[in-house]
């Protein structure tokens, strides 16, 4: 095994473990340290509304195809997202970009964490519109780590990728899930300005629970904020984000947030089930079961949302295709697709 500065190299580390990528990057694996304090997982079966069916259908397997004979690399894949094959199939896939290190430490991620010290990919802007153009994209999400280190939180690569994607894809529509850019409102505009079609930052939780589910540096009130001048900025362009339940909220909680989030005017909201990544992070506190979710959904539209989009195995991005159709995902009981 190789070392550098006396870290293994390794190219895949123990959850917890810290570790230097091919970039020579220190990271811990998964986002969090191993400590002897953590809880172990819950034995037993998860509830069968949490069992996600076999990817399957014709253009999933064409797109399967595509990426692996160019090697191209999804957040689907490699976050093993539920709805992979509904999302491939609708001609929809979602991207991470600027690397796969992240200069936070949030307790219900699994992201790695580090300091990448200013490293970016300047290619990755041509690689990510060539991507999207072989996979036959209809609609991308753009998504990325924070990045910190960078001294516009990385805004201005983010921008770029979605540019190019643009001008390579003239027809396919582009989100972008960006990070808060630590509330640089500058930084905000630069990505809202680059020509996309969505702009989304997840509050993630209530306002009660932000911390410790969400790393120091980010907070509920950041987040309303990058997400109030993105509207203001450019009304024109979607705004969107996304909360987990089962971390220990409450009716009264989610609906305040609901209420928060359209006083600023977000158009788009995603309500899904925490699943606990790994023993070193956050337990889960409950599992919702779908009616509730139906429920969400049915509060959150009498608020004026666009669409909200929820159900157990729903993530931000799941029928991200559908946020330009306006209140119209197609979804029955529990956030399951109907067509």
């Known amino acids: 095994m190789s070392e550098f500065k006396g870290i293994p190299v390794v190219p895949t580390a123990r959850s917890g473990q810290k570790y230097v990528t091919p970039q020579g990057i220190a990271a811990i694996k998964d986002g969090i340290k191993a400590t002897a304090a953590t809880a172990p997982l819950p034995a037993g079966r998860k509830p069968a509304w949490l069992r996600a069916p ?22 689907c894949e490699e976050a093993k997202c539920p709805n992979i094959g509904e999302c491939w199939n609708a001609g929809t896939a979602t991207l991470m970009l600027m690397g796969e290190v992240c200069t936070r430490a949030c307790r219900f991620c699994a992201v790695d ?3 990448p010290r ?81 702009f989304a930052q997840n509050v993630e939780t209530v306002r009660r629970l932000t911390h410790p589910v969400r790393d120091p540096r980010a907070s509920y009130e950041q987040t309303l904020a990058v997400l109030a001048h993105a509207k203001r900025h450019r009304p024109e362009v979607l705004t969107k984000t996304s909360l987990m339940l089962g971390l220990g909220e409450t009716d009264d909680e989610i609906l305040a947030t609901m209420d928060d989030l359209r006083a600023i005017g977000v158009d788009i ?9 790994t023993v070193n992070h956050l337990a889960v506190q409950r599992f919702v079961a779908p009616e509730e979710f139906d429920r969400y959904r049915e509060a959150a539209l009498e608020r004026g949302f666009l669409e909200c989009v929820a159900g157990p195995l729903v993530r931000s991005s799941y029928r991200a295709e559908q946020a330009l159709a306006r209140n119209n995902a197609g979804l029955g009981a529990g956030g399951v697709a109907t067509r």
């Open 54 to 75: 076999m990817p399957a259908g014709q253009r999933f397997d064409a797109v399967r195809q595509t990426v692996r004979e160019h090697r191209l690399a999804t957040v």
């Open 113 to 115: 964490t580090g300091n």
């Open 118 to 198: 200013g490293w970016l990919d300047e290619d990755e802007p041509a690689n990510a519109a060539r991507t999207v153009q072989l996979m036959g994209l209809r609609y991308v999400v753009l998504t990325s780590v924070n990045r910190d280190d960078l001294e516009d939180g990385g805004a201005g690569h983010f921008a770029a990728c979605v540019r190019e994607i643009k001008r390579l894809c003239t027809e396919t529509a582009v989100e972008a899930l960006t990070p808060d850019f630590q509330g640089v409102l500058e930084d905000v505009e630069a990505v809202v300005d680059s020509g996309l079609d969505v």
């Open 269 to 277: 909201l995603t309500l899904g089930q925490y699943l606990r990544p």
